[in-house]
Every structure is written in structure tokens, then in C-alpha cells.
Antibody, heavy 120, light 110 residues
Framework: QVQLQQSGPGLVKPSQTLSLTCAISGDSVSSNSAAWNWLRQSPSRGLEWLGRTYYRSKWYIGYAVSVKSRITINPDTSKNQFSLQLNSVTPEDTAVYFC??????????WGQGTLVTVSS | QSVLTQPPSASGTPGQRVTISCSGSSSNIGSDYVHWYQQLPGTAPKLLIYRNNQRPSGVPDRFSGSKSGTSASLAISGLRSEDEADYYCAAWDDSLSGWVFGGGTKLTVL
């Protein structure tokens, strides 16, 4: 049973960088069958996929067009976790952020969610 | 504006059957599986139906899914008060190379 535990600050100032980490237990970030995703949810934007990373003999990373210029997702094999960085945030980036596992062509497990507020 | 289109709300009385629709396009529902999630207030979405009509273990058979062309539906029979939640459809979009979601349907059990 995979479990995803998110950590990171709940308040970020405008123009700064949002950073979150998702620790994995019960699976491996280097799994050849899983993909590791970041998503967010807000009343104005609904559920929005941000990007993912996965390993298939080498690392692959993909980002949503809406955030492609500002986002970085990195796997950390030493700690079995993956991270999200979103640069130059504005109040529009205020949302509940989720990490999630993609497996067998579906997203099947989610982290607990982190409310991130962008405000000075 | 979500890529997949769902009605914002649905309702029914206990014991009734309710359906929630999800409309997409040839680049998402039309070419890949549809998955459904249930989200209770303050919690993460939970996988309810995968690959159009498959239920994860532990999901009651009152929940069923179907897909035809670029549309899909979630049906809930024998409605119960604990089914009151938000429901989301999702699919992989080949044009966007990413996951897309519906705007969610808030189900009220009257």
C-alpha cells in the first residue's frame, strides 16, 4: 500500500519560489511502472495537473504548458521522494497542492494535500 | 475552464439512481480511458472507477462507469447519504501530454 507524505510551507510571498516535497513509502521513485505527479486544486482553476517524473531506464519529466516556464520537478532517489518548485508565484498560484502516483495508466494514490497561500 | 465538461451539481434521494456525465474530445476520452474520483470535503480525491468501468477493491458495486465515444458516465445506484461528495472525471490528453479533469459535480443527497 503506497503512502505519500507531503511537506513544505503553507505561505509563500509573491515573486518567491514555492517548494514542496513528497516522501514515498510502499513504492520507489525509481519504479519502472509508476509515475510521480504534482497537481493542484483551487476554486478558480479546479483540479489542474502540473507535471510528472518517471523512470524507464532513464528519467523523464513532463510539465503542463500553463506552468512550463516556472516549474521544476525533481526525483530524489537517496530519500525516495520527489519535489516541486514553482517560481515567481502570484496570488493566482494559491491552491491546495497534491502529489500523486500514476500507475497502470491512472492516478491511483494521492498525498494528503497542502494548502499554499501566496500572500505578502 | 476545465478540459472535460461535467454538470456542476446533481442530486437524488436515498435509494435513487443518479448519473453524472463527462464530455471530452478525441484527444482525451475519445482515445484513452476515463477514470472517476470521489472527493469528500477537506480530503484528497479517491479513485472510484478506473479504465472506464473497473472498480478498485473496496468500492461498492453501487458505483459503475461507462464510456461511449468522447463521453463517459458515472452511475450511483441505491444512493446513500455518505455518497454526498464531489465527483471528478479524468483522462490523459494526447494533445496536451498531460492529465485533464472535469470541473467536478457536487452530489447532494436530499
Amino acid at each position: 500500500q503506497v503512502q505519500l507524505q507531503q511537506s513544505g510551507p503553507g505561505l509563500v510571498k509573491p515573486s518567491q519560489t514555492l517548494s514542496l516535497t513528497c516522501a514515498i513509502s510502499g513504492d520507489s521513485v525509481s519504479s519502472n511502472s509508476a509515475a510521480w505527479n504534482w497537481l493542484r486544486q483551487s476554486p478558480s482553476r479546479g483540479l489542474e495537473w502540473l507535471g510528472r517524473t518517471y523512470y524507464r531506464s532513464k528519467w523523464y519529466i513532463g510539465y503542463a504548458v500553463s506552468v512550463k516556464s516556472r516549474i521544476t520537478i525533481n526525483p530524489d532517489t537517496s530519500k525516495n521522494q520527489f519535489s516541486l518548485q514553482l517560481n515567481s508565484v502570484t496570488p493566482e498560484d494559491t491552491a491546495v497542492y497534491f502529489c500523486a502516483r500514476g500507475n497502470g495508466g491512472m492516478i491511483d494514490s494521492w498525498g494528503q494535500g497542502t494548502l499554499v497561500t501566496v500572500s505578502s | 475552464q476545465s478540459v472535460l465538461t461535467q454538470p456542476p451539481s446533481a442530486s437524488g434521494t436515498p435509494g435513487q439512481r443518479v448519473t453524472i456525465s463527462c464530455s471530452g474530445s478525441s484527444s482525451n476520452i475519445g482515445s484513452d480511458y476515463v477514470h472517476w474520483y470521489q472527493q469528500l470535503p477537506g480530503t484528497a480525491p479517491k479513485l472510484l472507477i478506473y479504465r472506464n468501468n473497473q472498480r478498485p477493491s473496496g468500492v461498492p458495486d453501487r458505483f459503475s462507469g461507462s464510456k461511449s465515444g468522447t463521453s463517459a458516465s458515472l452511475a450511483i445506484s441505491g444512493l446513500r447519504s455518505e455518497d454526498e461528495a464531489d465527483y471528478y472525471c479524468a483522462a490523459w490528453d494526447d494533445s496536451l501530454s498531460g492529465w485533464v479533469f472535469g470541473g467536478g459535480t457536487k452530489l447532494t443527497v436530499l
